[in-house]
């Protein structure tokens, strides 16, 4: 069964960092891969993606600058080092796969991928 498993969220001030991980079990490593997050009654958002045969990404505006997604294709897993962290970055932050279309397409439609169970962070004043 293909699984994504996240990890590495936490607790942190305003202006600091963490690095989230997401492995992937999925037998065809994906062409796609990235990152998303979302908070209680507001709609998920895109925030990073990633095609790793290419290593190639792609950010929303909001954490340009901020937030870098990188890859380990040995490892199959995914990385996402968010750095100067907002409140406004409080979110569950999903990891998503899928082989099809990367880009700023995946980001604004993920359609038909795989997605993991989340992974938790608060960014306090």
């Known amino acids: 069964q293909a699984r994504l498993v996240e990890s590495g969220g936490g607790s942190v001030q305003a202006g600091g960092s963490l690095r989230l991980s997401c492995v992937s079990s999925?037998?065809?490593?994906?062409?796609?891969m990235g990152w998303f997050r979302q908070t209680p009654g507001k709609e998920r958002e895109g925030v990073a993606a990633?095609?790793?045969?290419?290593?190639?990404?792609y950010y929303v505006d909001s954490v340009k600058d901020r937030f870098t997604i990188s890859q380990d294709n040995a490892k199959k897993t995914i990385y996402l080092h968010m750095n100067g962290l907002k409140p406004e970055d409080t979110a569950m932050y999903y990891c998503?796969?899928?082989?099809?279309?990367?880009?700023?397409?995946?980001?604004?439609?993920?359609?038909?991928?795989?997605w993991g169970q989340g992974t938790q962070v608060n960014v306090s004043t």
């Open positions: 998503a796969a899928r082989a099809g279309s990367c880009g700023r397409t995946f980001l604004a439609s993920p359609a038909s991928a795989y």
């Open positions: 999925i037998t065809n490593y994906n062409s796609c």
């Open positions: 990633i095609a790793p045969l290419y290593g190639i990404a």
